[in-house]
């Protein structure tokens, strides 16, 4: 970290400088667009950002791990569209909310320091004192041949690459690229930014020597699941761009290591890739299946239906607490209500081990290993993962003259208790959460539906089915038909499924175990 010397151009230790109460700014790769490929250091910055200055090409998922309390600015620049700021107001900027002594996080796609204008800013912040710290990223021109399945170097075809860029500084008098050295000087040449000057650049390769024959790939949104590969080579690969309507932000590989991608292709081939996915469950549970969908190649659209909230009064299951004894089984049957019963025993100086006395039983395996992470293993998991085969799990053993607590949302389905109440239990029933529509999204939905792009719809429960289509405000089955023509529907189990035929629509898949890994693995297998 330095500031450079105005009589010989050498650096200076910044901290010897920094003046007290002035603040930092961090210039952190964000890597190509997949928001996985972050740094732990790029991770552990944004998680503590007071203010984070974004570009175009950093993925906006990144910003998941910025306080709520942070300021965001976006300093987006594509190439043909008016900028949102200029260059020279990105700089000041930095400076101003270093001046003010915040953390600064300047979040820049792929690296800072690899065609990214980073040398330019951290040159105005040594210029103006203020200190920096440079996180590096992965850079865009290994992710995109890496994802194509191209390796850029191998011994067998080249040892040799070499980085340009397609779109140099107009305020250059002349091209800097000495294309007589680089055409045949170079096994692997990487470029960014040439879609606009791809006829110039492959005229200039032929004409100083390279083959036309050279194969050539061009892959759009590197790493992510918009990723879009195509190849040709010097001699057509200007009309197989034109023809596949490939636009930036692409990058361009040029060399006989192209020809691997025919063997070692792997993140096109997954078997989700290219399918959009809306998932509605609540954006607490929704990071597994999620995570799962992703890694098999899937686009997902988080779209929650249903926000959980806590009731207002805990008077039921604040006075079962005090008699918790007086119970022989305790049920859960869903992961919230885990979640807030634990948080209400807690609250009242109580742990686990004042449920030494009933049975816990839960209606399947997800809800079992979440109460495993509070230390209780659950006596009973029935082999049919709904309310319907609890109850019948219960029955076989016995329930006549049993207490049992089942803590549960506010407005949950009546078949387990009444089931057990018939068979002569006592069913306390206290009211945990409640589930409540989303505001405010419907737009967002409808827009995210009318562009034809959705494959499918993953349902989890039957509040999100229902919220989904109040959301959807859909006119009649006329309108709700158009707007999912050609959308699937998965759902988790049959209580979900018969929710989704009452509201008029089609269930394509459910799985035979009512899991979410399970409801995972049957879309893969639906679309392998």
Partial sequence: MASPDASDGHFLLMEQQQKPGVGKVYLVGAGPGDPGLITLRGKYLLERAEVVVYDYLANQRLLKHVPAKAQLVYAGKRGG??????QAEINQMLIDFA??????????GGDPFIFGRGGEEVEELAHHGIAFEVVPGVTSATAAATYAGIPITHRGYTTSVAFLTGHESPDKPTSTIDWSKIATGIGTIVIYMGIKNLPYIVKSLVDNGRSPETPVAVVRWASTPEQQSVVGTLANIVDVVRDTGIKPPALIVIGDVVNLRQ??????KRPLFGKRIIVTR??????????????????????????IEPVDDYKILDEALERIGEYHWILFTSLNAVRYFFNRLYLKGMDARDLKGPDIATVGKSTADLLLTYGINADLIPPVFTGEGLAQSLLDLGVEGRNILLPRAAAGREILPETLRGAGAQVTVAPLYRNVPVQGRTDELRAELATGRVDLITFTSSSTVKNFLDMVAAENQEELDRLLAGVKIATIGPITAKTVTDGGLTVDIQPERYTIPDLIQAIIETYR
């Fill in 81 to 86: 569209v008016e900028h949102s700021h200029t």
């Fill in 99 to 108: 001046r003010q002594g915040k953390m600064v996080v300047r979040l820049k």
């Fill in 263 to 268: 063997t070692i292709d792997w993140f096109e």
């Fill in 282 to 307: 609540t954006r607490e549970q929704a990071s597994e299946l999620v995570a799962g969908l992703e890694e098999a190649g899937a686009s997902c659209f988080e779209c929650s239906t249903i926000n």
